[in-house]
């Protein structure tokens, strides 16, 4: 694998065991659909998938829904006089497949010699449009290299990958246009996939459409000469038959994407590699979030493949939203949005668990309605409970947070107002009817599950807590600000000055839970190199009765809330636990980068930057496949804006209290401060904003 500047190469790209990582890795997408980068005239080792980020589907036994693979817009079958090109069964020349990600543009360059000896120079590309929601568009380009001989294309739209337990082929006839009609089996929506091709080619062809169960595809068939070009070039669109012109269209995304990398680029001197892998993390936050929002969110693996049912978790607003909400604050809001329009189902939530106010999904769709599983079945066929959905709370403060600090960076009053109050005060009125006052005069949270999954049903959860009383706390200055006095507020103003937090004043060290200091401790050197997580080798039980950390839970919140602690008091908590921690979660290395970066341990944070930005180019959790782990992408940009540039930001401002590593010379970028562009330049002398 190659990565360069503004592209990363996968060569001689046909290996089994890689394919679906590879087809995640470089996957395409705009917010609103996504597509993974499959071989285009399919083998049986590759998993194409195509997804709406808002069609969700559920059928009767379902305990929950998940977003559905749509018909393949991207395949293509090459006959030369009637044998199928196929790199499994003829020898390939070369076959290369890269994202360039200046353009959004994969490209894949192939070059094959069948059994009769003909060479077949093949170039496709492939994009799904930045500045066209509904838009995709294919490429391709033909070239015999040493003979002539009739060729016959079949480009379009196939079914047979699509889920057809939840998908009805309506079989549509189209006549000049390929054409896939289907609906939804349990909830009569419907789905339209276009594809119109030209063949700019003067020589005689044939041209027809074919349309069957299995898809909707246009045929070309012709002599092809010896050294002679011949291109295809397809449009396709979802709903809609496509007007404009290809050339048009492309231009337009490619225009966009220029656009895109302006604002978002982070340009670091010092270390080609290290500012590939930030290229490669802002290439897929800005494909997850152009057309995403209002409707959708962005799932846990972008919209790149199946893992966790294209659901849609704290992720998006503690790694996602940082990225938005400075360097594109429209896309923020639209995200912001879509969990204002499932308010409802968060208040249903609520109800449904005997609670107040809204409680927001951990797992989240369409609707706000909890999709967490509640059970799953292990490798070895135990199942287990899931207890995340009902226990895993910190997700309706997590996004009151948010909402304050999109509301503090851009000063939107119509956006707090209209939308963000009413979410702070309905998550605030359900933490307020989970919260207990107990006996010692202080509030307690009990049985919950904090960010580290492995210690479930525990009491004060110290990251919790903390959110919870941050919840109370913008809740109250919400209240403030739209000149409301009543009897909430003042019970309000009471818990968030006697909310249990878990400090110890005399060490400075939170303990992460009521009881965490009794459980074993595990000296997480023993088990190194280790391939697997913590809990795979010490078993689920066992695990949680010792004190290894999933995930970055403490020093999660003192990330949250940076400006509020001393860097002796975050590095007390770094020291302790970091070395507790087994980062069983692709969310870990990213904090545990900005906080050692944030006081001033280089060498640590820069092995987490690196541990963090390879987790898919190097498929570090192995599973890769299942989507681009896009939480990781957020945490690449996060590490260097708010970790090694050391960027904190409040209501009256932002600042920065830089770290670079050894190798890096200076870092460039820009952010959006209260609908202003500002310019950042950053070296070892000076930290310049314009
Ligand atoms: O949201 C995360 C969670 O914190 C750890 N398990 C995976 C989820 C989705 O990325």
Same mark, same amino acid.
């Given at each position: 694998?190659?990565?360069?500047?503004?592209?990363?190469?996968?060569?001689?790209?046909?290996?089994?065991?890689?394919?679906?990582?590879?087809?995640?890795?470089?996957?395409?997408?705009?917010?609103?659909?996504?597509?993974?980068?499959?071989?285009?005239?399919?083998?049986?080792?590759?998993?194409?998938?195509?997804?709406?980020?808002?069609?969700?589907?559920?059928?009767?036994?379902?305990?929950?829904?998940?977003?559905?693979?749509?018909?393949?817009?991207?395949?293509?079958?090459?006959?030369?006089?009637?044998?199928?090109?196929?790199?499994?069964?003829?020898?390939?020349?070369?076959?290369?497949?890269?994202?360039?990600?200046?353009?959004?543009?994969?490209?894949?360059?192939? $070059? =094959?010699? @069948?059994? +009769?000896?003909?060479?077949?120079?093949?170039?496709?590309?492939?994009?799904?449009? !930045?500045?066209?929601? #509904?838009?995709?568009?294919?490429?391709?380009?033909?070239?015999?290299?040493?003979?002539?001989?009739?060729?016959?294309?079949?480009?379009?739209?196939?079914?047979?990958?699509?889920?057809?337990?939840?998908?009805?082929?309506?079989?549509?006839?189209?006549?000049?246009?390929?054409?896939?009609?289907?609906?939804?089996?349990?909830?009569?929506?419907?789905?339209?996939?276009?594809?119109?091709?030209?063949?700019?080619?003067?020589?005689?062809?044939?041209?027809?459409?074919?349309?069957?169960?299995?898809?909707?595809?246009?045929?070309?068939?012709?002599?092809?000469?010896?050294?002679?070009?011949?291109?295809?070039?397809?449009?396709?669109?979802?709903?809609?038959?496509?007007?404009?012109?290809?050339? $048009? =269209?492309? @231009?337009? +995304?490619?225009?966009?994407?220029?656009?895109?990398?302006?604002?978002?680029?982070? !340009?670091?001197?010092? #270390?080609?590699?290290?500012?590939?892998?930030?290229?490669?993390?802002?290439?897929?936050?800005?494909?997850?979030?152009?057309?995403?929002?209002?409707?959708?969110?962005?799932?846990?693996?972008?919209?790149?493949?199946?893992?966790?049912?294209?659901?849609?978790?704290?992720?998006?607003?503690?790694?996602?939203?940082?990225?938005?909400?400075?360097?594109?604050?429209?896309?923020?809001?639209?995200?912001?949005?879509?969990?204002?329009?499932?308010?409802?189902?968060?208040?249903?939530?609520?109800?449904?668990?005997?609670?107040?106010?809204?409680?927001?999904?951990?797992?989240?769709?369409?609707?706000?309605?909890?999709?967490?599983?509640?059970?799953?079945?292990?490798?070895?066929?135990?199942?287990?409970?899931?207890?995340?959905?009902?226990?895993?709370?910190?997700?309706?403060?997590?996004?009151?947070?948010?909402?304050?600090?999109?509301?503090?960076?851009?000063?939107?009053?119509?956006?707090?107002?209209?939308?963000?109050?009413?979410?702070?005060?309905?998550?605030?009125?359900?933490?307020?009817?989970?919260?207990?006052?107990?006996?010692?005069?202080?509030?307690?949270?009990?049985?919950?599950?904090?960010?580290?999954?492995?210690?479930?049903?525990?009491?004060?959860?110290?990251?919790?807590?903390?959110?919870?009383?941050?919840?109370?706390?913008?809740?109250?200055?919400?209240?403030?600000?739209?000149?409301?006095?009543?009897?909430?507020?003042?019970?309000?103003?009471?818990?968030?000055?006697?909310?249990?937090?878990?400090?110890?004043?005399?060490?400075?060290?939170?303990?992460?839970?009521?009881?965490?200091?009794?459980?074993?401790?595990?000296?997480?050197?023993?088990?190194?190199?280790?391939?697997?997580?913590?809990?795979?080798?010490?078993?689920?039980?066992?695990?949680?009765?010792?004190?290894?950390?999933?995930?970055?839970?403490?020093?999660?919140?003192?990330?949250?809330?940076?400006?509020?602690?001393?860097?002796?008091?975050?590095?007390?908590?770094?020291?302790?636990?970091?070395?507790?921690?087994?980062?069983?979660?692709?969310?870990?290395?990213?904090?545990?980068?900005?906080?050692?970066?944030?006081?001033?341990?280089?060498?640590?944070?820069?092995?987490?930057?690196?541990?963090?930005?390879?987790?898919?180019?190097?498929?570090?959790?192995?599973?890769?496949?299942?989507?681009?782990?896009?939480?990781?992408?957020?945490?690449?940009?996060?590490?260097?804006?708010?970790?090694?540039?050391?960027?904190?930001?409040?209501?009256?401002?932002?600042?920065?209290?830089?770290?670079?590593?050894?190798?890096?010379?200076?870092?460039?970028?820009?952010?959006?401060?209260?609908?202003?562009?500002?310019?950042?330049?950053?070296?070892?002398?000076?930290?310049?904003?314009?």
């Amino acid at each position: 694998m190659g990565i360069s500047d503004l592209s990363i190469t996968i060569e001689k790209s046909f290996s089994h065991l890689r394919e679906r990582e590879i087809e995640s890795i470089l996957s395409l997408g705009n917010g609103y659909i996504g597509t993974r980068n499959s071989l285009e005239e399919f083998y049986p080792d590759c998993n194409p998938a195509s997804f709406i980020g808002n069609m969700y589907v559920q059928g009767p036994d379902d305990e929950f829904n998940f977003l559905v693979k749509i018909p393949d817009w991207t395949r293509i079958k090459i006959y030369v006089d009637d044998e199928l090109l196929n790199l499994r069964t003829q020898e390939v020349i070369e076959n290369s497949r890269s994202v360039n990600f200046a353009e959004g543009i994969a490209v894949r360059e192939w $070059k =094959n010699k @069948d059994k +009769h000896g003909r060479i077949t120079n093949i170039k496709i590309l492939k994009y799904i449009s !930045l500045a066209n929601k #509904n838009g995709m568009g294919k490429l391709l380009v033909i070239k015999p290299e040493n003979y002539t001989g009739n060729i016959r294309v079949t480009t379009g739209i196939d079914c047979g990958v699509a889920e057809f337990g939840y998908l009805l082929n309506m079989n549509s006839e189209s006549r000049n246009f390929a054409l896939v009609h289907m609906k939804t089996k349990y909830s009569d929506r419907e789905l339209k996939i276009f594809q119109k091709s030209t063949f700019e080619a003067k020589d005689v062809h044939i041209y027809y459409i074919e349309n069957s169960y299995n898809g909707s595809y246009e045929n070309f068939e012709w002599r092809a000469e010896l050294g002679k070009c011949y291109a295809i070039e397809s449009l396709c669109s979802l709903n809609g038959h496509p007007m404009d012109s290809f050339d $048009k =269209n492309f @231009d337009q +995304h490619k225009a966009k994407w220029a656009e895109r990398w302006q604002e978002s680029r982070i !340009l670091i001197k010092g #270390n080609v590699y290290d500012q590939r892998l930030v290229n490669f993390a802002t290439y897929h936050l800005v494909n997850s979030g152009e057309f995403s929002g209002n409707s959708c969110s962005i799932p846990a693996r972008n919209l790149s493949g199946e893992s966790y049912m294209g659901h849609v978790f704290w992720d998006t607003e503690m790694y996602l939203l940082p990225f938005f909400i400075l360097t594109k604050p429209e896309i923020a809001r639209a995200l912001l949005m879509y969990r204002y329009n499932t308010l409802n189902g968060a208040r249903q939530n609520a109800i449904n668990e005997g609670y107040k106010g809204a409680s927001y999904a951990w797992e989240s769709t369409d609707t706000g309605l909890e999709a967490a599983p509640s059970v799953a079945i292990l490798p070895n066929g135990e199942v287990i409970p899931i207890l995340s959905g009902k226990h895993e709370i910190h997700i309706s403060p997590d996004i009151a947070y948010t909402v304050w600090k999109y509301w503090e960076a851009t000063g939107d009053e119509d956006f707090l107002v209209n939308y963000g109050a009413e979410m702070i005060f309905e998550t605030a009125r359900y933490c307020e009817s989970y919260i207990t006052k107990e006996d010692d005069g202080l509030y307690h949270i009990n049985k919950v599950i904090g960010p580290d999954e492995y210690h479930e049903l525990v009491d004060d959860n110290a990251y919790t807590n903390y959110l919870v009383r941050n919840n109370f706390d913008v809740a109250i200055k919400t209240k403030e600000k739209l000149n409301i006095k009543d009897e909430e507020t003042e019970r309000w103003k009471e818990i968030t000055d006697k909310i249990y937090s878990g400090l110890n004043p005399k060490t400075g060290l939170y303990e992460q839970f009521k009881g965490y200091y009794n459980l074993e401790y595990i000296d997480l050197n023993e088990y190194e190199p280790r391939t697997v997580p913590m809990d795979v080798i010490l078993g689920r039980e066992k695990t949680s009765k010792t004190q290894v950390v999933k995930q970055a839970d403490v020093l999660m919140f003192m990330f949250l809330f940076g400006g509020r602690f001393s860097k002796e008091d975050v590095a007390i908590n770094y020291d302790f636990y970091e070395k507790r921690c087994g980062h069983g979660s692709s969310l870990s290395p990213s904090i545990h980068c900005i906080i050692a970066a944030r006081t001033g341990k280089i060498q640590d944070a820069y092995r987490y930057f690196l541990k963090n930005a390879q987790i898919d180019i190097g498929n570090e959790f192995g599973n890769a496949a299942g989507g681009v782990h896009i939480a990781s992408a957020g945490g690449a940009w996060m590490s260097v804006v708010m970790g090694f540039a050391g960027l904190y930001y409040a209501e009256d401002g932002f600042w920065f209290d830089p770290h670079l590593p050894e190798e890096w010379e200076s870092i460039e970028f820009s952010i959006v401060w209260k609908g202003e562009r500002k310019d950042i330049y950053i070296d070892r002398e000076s930290i310049i904003a314009t």
